[in-house]
Each structure stands twice: as structure tokens, then as C-alpha cells.
């Protein structure tokens, strides 16, 4: 492809990732490439990269159009952002748009010809930029990072608006974290290990790694470090019976099934049944034999009050804001609000208190999400506690000295990744243990149960 036809892709592209909203831009992108066969991958790389440049910069890049008056468009986005952030001349850029190219964007008129001129040479982040532009995080909710983090939080934001790294976690089930290792090596993908999980690799750059033969095999997943560590720490053990209570597409169920040696019984729940089966084709491939789909209604499910007690360990990967992975879905921090937040709050704490009854005496309940959000983290588990005297929480330190090697990479009882400080995506973990059964809990969930029509 011509630049000028790299740069008509990307405004393409862009367009339809916002008329798919709220679809994911990253599904978009996929879905549109394959319909684009045609494109090689070192355009595919330029384009994705310029679109997914504006999307990081969607604040930034909004706030200067409105500056100079400009109609917002992905148009005026991707020719801002080659001006602003790839460091595109206004001469360079106007000669891609001079028509010249049939491939290319159609010709610029004077008044875009104009601001084009104006726009050049300023810098992507201004001075007179409010903290909430220049962090590219909604207005309503910087306060809230603030309270989460602290004086840490710009330099969390700004870690965010930048690409993550490719993470890989190695399947025990059929290679060691050196073998995954050369067998990716001999494909041309340099790898290194992970600093946290023992069964992390780090990509170098972003390479093709599915189409590589180490992961056609099964040798490795595509998974971030932190999201490794929430498996680990439930504390999946050979012979267990275990819940993965919100399955999804079954990340984490394939890395309990290895932590399980497919020995033991593991159930993979979830409300969204068409996600559920995707994870069938990532299960085989993994060489899992001992985990079980189970399509849910809801989280009240009849299902759960008829297995209550029976789980050694119960992981709730409960939906959440998902403001800790950010990195790579840039596009997601524009997609709720506040009402929506209130909505998720309701749905984790319900979530919670009703996998809470999947757990038998002295079994293990964890509470994860990829938030970064005090509301959807500590809160809520420590608004949990106070109404389950039969939960405890158990020490961060005690539970990696059980998996991990080395000191754990926070302090306190619960487990806070984030990208500035751990190289990962924005992670929670806690992980609860139950002492005794409760008395009126069960009641009152199976009463709520038999009030449903």
C-alpha cells in the first residue's frame, strides 16, 4: 500500500470502529481485516497502529480540533494525530491529499488545507490541556483515580494511554516455561521471562505468536502477567473440585485446568453462553480434559443452590469497569459512565454473595477484577466481610509463598497490580477463605431463590 493509502484505511477503519459501538475495537479491527485479505501485515501494522493511535489519543485529539474549530471525524482524527504525534509536515501531509492516489483520501479543501498548516509542529499534549484531557480519562472519573491511587495516579493514567506488551503464559500441561521458550525462538519470537508469574513470557515486540506452531500445539495462551497471578492465587490444586464462576472465553479456566494437572474436577460458568463455547476450541487445544461448561441464567442460577458447599475453590472474575486494561482497549474508557458503574457495583456484590455459597467449609473464594477502582476492589470485598462472619481474608504473603517465589509485588492483605509500578495491566485480588458454614445465608439466598417466578 502507498502512505496515502495507509492513510485512507485508517480513516476507514476508524469510522467503522465507531459506528460498531459498543462492539470491541479490537473485534472490529479483526472482523475488517479479514474482509481485507489483500492488506500484507506491515500495512495491516501501519494501519492498526495509526488507528489505534487515536484512539489513546482521543482526548488529546478532540481537544485540538475543538480548538481550531475543526468538525470532529475520523478523517480530521487520523490527519491530527499524523501531524501531532508521528511528526507528519503539513507539506508532507497535504501531498498525500492531493487526489494523486485513487487508494488515497479524496482531495483536501482550503479550510482543512488551513488548519492542517496550523496544526503542525504543536505538540500532542498542551499546557493548557485540563488534567482530564491530558491523562485521556472522562472527567467524572479522575476523582476516583485519586482516591484509588494516590499521588501514583498520573503516572498511572499516562502509563495507560501507552500499547501494552505482548504477555505470554506457558501451559504446564504440555511444556516447561524453557521449552515454550525455544520452541518460539526457533519460530523467530524472542522471549524472556516474566517478573511475577513463573509461568509468564515476554514478548519481543508485537509478534504474530498465534500463528506460531508453539501455539497451535498448545505450548502457550496469549495472557497478561497479572491476569496469570489471579489463577495462580486461587490456589488450584490437583484432585480439587473448582468454579470458574464468570468463565468468559476461558483464559483463566485454562490456566486453573494446569494448575489442576487435569486432575479434579473444574466447572467453567457463565451468563454469556456464545462466549462460553469460544472457549471449547482454546480447552482442546490446551490439551484440558477435565473442565465442564455450564451456561448460567444468571448468578442465581438454580444450578449454584443445588452445588452449594461442594466447590474447594470458587473464582469470581466478576465484570467490572475494566479500567485496568485501558492499554489495550483504549477505546473502553469512553464507553461507560457513572450510571453504568453504579449498575456494576450492584452486579459484583450480587455475584459475590451468591458464588459465596458454591464454597464448602475451609474451601477458598476469590474475588478478582481488572479494575483499578477502589469502589469495585477493596470496597466491595470489604463490604462482603461485614456481613460473612464465615469468611476471612487470607494474607497476600501467605498465599504467594504458596505459588510464587519471591516477595509479592505489594503490600497488604489484597493484591493491586497496576502498569506504571508492575509492568502489567491493572489487576485485584483477594482471595477469602470459609471457616464454617453460615446459618442464615444459605436460607436467605435459597428464600430469594423461590421467590422468582
Known amino acids: 500500500m502507498t502512505p496515502a493509502a495507509r492513510l485512507q484505511a485508517a480513516i476507514t477503519l476508524l469510522e467503522a470502529i465507531g459506528e460498531a459501538a459498543p462492539k470491541p475495537a479490537d473485534r472490529v479491527a479483526s472482523?475488517?481485516?479479514k474482509q481485507r485479505r489483500y492488506i500484507g501485515s506491515k500495512d495491516r501494522r501501519a494501519v492498526s497502529e495509526l488507528v489505534w493511535g487515536c484512539l489513546r489519543a482521543q482526548a488529546r485529539l478532540g481537544w485540538w480540533l475543538e480548538r481550531l474549530y475543526v468538525p470532529d471525524g475520523a478523517r480530521a482524527r487520523v490527519l491530527a494525530f499524523a501531524l501531532l504525534e508521528q511528526g507528519t509536515s503539513a507539506e508532507e501531509l497535504l501531498r498525500l491529499l492531493d487526489g494523486g492516489d485513487r487508494y488515497g483520501p479524496p482531495?483536501?479543501?482550503?479550510?482543512?488545507a488551513d488548519w492542517i498548516a496550523r496544526l503542525a509542529g504543536q505538540p500532542l499534549e498542551h499546557a493548557e490541556q485540563p488534567p482530564s484531557v491530558a491523562l485521556e480519562v472522562p472527567e467524572w472519573l479522575l476523582p476516583?483515580?485519586?482516591?484509588?491511587?494516590?499521588?501514583?495516579?498520573?503516572?498511572?493514567?499516562?502509563?495507560?494511554?501507552?500499547p501494552a506488551e505482548v504477555d505470554l503464559r506457558v501451559n504446564r500441561l504440555k511444556a516447561t516455561r524453557e521449552a515454550a521458550r525455544n520452541a518460539l525462538a526457533e519460530e523467530g519470537i524472542s522471549t524472556w521471562p516474566g517478573q511475577w508469574s513463573p509461568l509468564a513470557l515476554r514478548a519481543d515486540g508485537r509478534r504474530p505468536v498465534a500463528a506460531t506452531r508453539a501455539f497451535r500445539?498448545?505450548?502457550v495462551?496469549?495472557?497478561d502477567e497479572g491476569s496469570q497471578l489471579v489463577a495462580l492465587l486461587t490456589g488450584a490444586r490437583p484432585g480439587m473440585r473448582v468454579c470458574d464462576f464468570c468463565a468468559g472465553a476461558g483464559g483463566k479456566t485454562l490456566a486453573l485446568a494446569g494448575e489442576m494437572d487435569n486432575r479434579g474436577q473444574l466447572v467453567a460458568c457463565d451468563v454469556l453462553e456464545k462466549r462460553l463455547e469460544r472457549s471449547a476450541l482454546r480447552l482442546r487445544r490446551s490439551g484440558v480434559h477435565n473442565a465442564t461448561r455450564r451456561p448460567l441464567?444468571?448468578?442465581?442460577d438454580p444450578w449454584v443452590k443445588r452445588h452449594k458447599g461442594s466447590?474447594?475453590?470458587?473464582?469470581v472474575d466478576a465484570p467490572c469497569s475494566g479500567s485496568g486494561t485501558w492499554r489495550r482497549n483504549p477505546e473502553a474508557r469512553w464507553r461507560f459512565d457513572e450510571t453504568g458503574l453504579d449498575e456494576l457495583l450492584a452486579l459484583q456484590a450480587s455475584i459475590l454473595e451468591s458464588a459465596a455459597r458454591l464454597v464448602r467449609p475451609g474451601g477458598r473464594l476469590t474475588y478478582a477484577t481488572c479494575s483499578l477502582l477502589r469502589e469495585e476492589n477493596e470496597e466491595q470485598v470489604e463490604r462482603f466481610i461485614a456481613t460473612r462472619e464465615d469468611f476471612r481474608l487470607l494474607p497476600l504473603a501467605e498465599l504467594w509463598d504458596d505459588s510464587m517465589e519471591g516477595a509479592p509485588p505489594c503490600e497488604g492483605p489484597m493484591l493491586r497490580l497496576t502498569p506504571a509500578q508492575h509492568g502489567t495491566d491493572g489487576f485485584f485480588v483477594a482471595v477469602l477463605e470459609r471457616a464454617a458454614p453460615n446459618v442464615s445465608e444459605p436460607d436467605e439466598a435459597e428464600s430469594r431463590e423461590e421467590e422468582k417466578p
Open 31 to 33: 472482523a475488517w481485516f
Open 217 to 219: 500445539d498448545g505450548f
Open 311 to 315: 466447590f474447594d475453590r470458587v473464582l
Open 221 to 223: 495462551e496469549v495472557q
Open 144 to 162: 476516583r483515580f485519586e482516591a484509588a491511587l494516590g499521588p501514583q495516579a498520573e503516572a498511572e493514567l499516562r502509563a495507560m494511554r501507552a
Open 107 to 112: 482531495s483536501s479543501d482550503a479550510a482543512e
Open 297 to 300: 441464567s444468571s448468578e442465581r
